[in-house]
Nanobody
Framework: QVQLVESGGGLVQAGGSLRLSCAAS????????MGWFRQGPGKEREFVAY????????YYADSVKGRFTISRDNAKNTVSLQMNSLKPEDTAAYYC?????????????????WGQGTQVTVSS
């Protein structure tokens, strides 16, 4: 069982930066792949970024590639999402998720545990 708690959301102007963090409980964090998803107003939840259990592999949605960076610290049971050059369309609730390594990484069913989310609002 893994419990996830996100933090770091807030209000930022377009072009600004935010760093989201996700703290995980449990002693098996390092065996889980981690992902970030987001759900904007009136939209379905969508994939944002993925990092493998070891941190050696990452993958991003095209909409955030080059602006967002996912990282993890297995010693501290945390995963982070550094978001730069934020745009109003990045406004959403952001969720971290944990899942056993699978072939695919960008679908909700790839993940077994979810946090409650943290709100990011980007003003124009």
């Amino acid at each position: 069982q893994v419990q996830l708690v996100e933090s770091g959301g807030g209000l930022v102007q377009a072009g600004g930066s935010l760093r989201l963090s996700c703290a995980a409980s449990g002693r098996t964090f390092s065996s889980y792949a981690m992902g970030w998803f987001r759900q904007g107003p009136g939209k379905e939840r969508e994939f944002v970024a993925y990092i493998s259990a070891t941190g050696g592999s990452t993958y991003y949605a095209d909409s955030v590639k080059g602006r967002f960076t996912i990282s993890r610290d297995n010693a501290k049971n945390t995963v982070s999402l550094q978001m730069n050059s934020l745009k109003p369309e990045d406004t959403a609730a952001y969720y971290c998720a944990a899942g056993r390594p699978r072939t695919t990484v960008r679908y909700e069913y790839d993940y077994d545990y979810w946090g409650q989310g943290t709100q990011v609002t980007v003003s124009s």
